[in-house]
């Protein structure tokens, strides 16, 4: 009985110091803006940027604000890290929980390393000193505590090829969205209001028509690299649904409107 009061005092303690936490940082950035050359950048290089409402652009620009405050970037093997690619990694990141119920801001994610290129790992631990130069090249990495990785040649491709339906980044942070609910499988925490069920049976339904498309050789819009498991499968269809919105809304109408009502966003509008 000891044992489950004292368990408790400290999961309170803990809520506590982290409502506490929240409640500060938001004290410390209400009096401040996102300066105006990085607003200049989400103009001139952040696609989505302009087609969101005014309400929309201060949020966006507010959680931007937040990641480049609390959240560590570092380079890999001295890649020298510029404002300009932390603006648009946080950009890509926020987005995606623009107009979700994500109350955090990826509050399981404290360090984003970013490398020159493509990149390998020597072991499952990453770090500054285990990375190499790539033998199986990897564009990006996510665990469900952090870190991300992100190759950024690939990142300013993607940035420069909107409507190709790749992108490294929307890829990587889908990835930590899944994960916010304890296992990356696929279904993120929704919003109010969702049905899982729903979720799960459309997502379904279309991971295993991928798969029996890679199987019989047949074309898809949707990356086959999706048919590795339902978490690769969300994140594939993330960067579709961003930047392939047109396409993937006539071949998977469904599925668009389940992650239209998930992020609260319809990026066929964004023309």
Known sequence: ????????????????QFILREKWRAYHLQRRTLPLE????????????????????????????????YKIFL??????IEPFMKVLIAAHACLLILNTDEKEIYPDLTTIYISESTFD????????QNMKAPENPRLGESWKHGPVIIAWDTTLY???HWKRGSNVLFHEFAHQLDGRDGGMDGTPILNKGSSYKIWQMVMSKHYLDLRNKALHH?????????????????????????????IFSDDH???????????????????
Do not use: C
Request: glycine share 2%; aromatic share 22%.
């Open 1 to 16: 009985m000891i044992t489950y009061i004292v368990i408790g005092f400290i999961s309170f303690g803990l809520l506590y």
């Open 38 to 69: 990085y607003e200049k950048i989400l103009i001139e290089h952040f696609y989505p940027y302009s087609f969101l409402e005014s309400r929309q652009q201060e949020k966006l620009k507010y959680l931007i604000l937040y990641f480049l405050e």
């Open 75 to 80: 380079s890999i093997e001295d890649f020298k």
């Open 121 to 128: 790992e020597k072991n499952k631990k990453i770090s500054l």
């Open 158 to 160: 993607d940035l420069t």
């Open 218 to 246: 047949r074309h898809s819009d949707i990356d086959f690299y999706g048919t590795k498991n339902e978490a690769e499968f969300f994140a594939v269809t993330v960067e579709e649904f961003f930047q392939n919105s047109h």
């Open 253 to 271: 109408p469904d599925l668009y409107e389940l992650y239209k009502e998930y992020f609260r966003l319809d990026p066929k509008l964004w023309i």
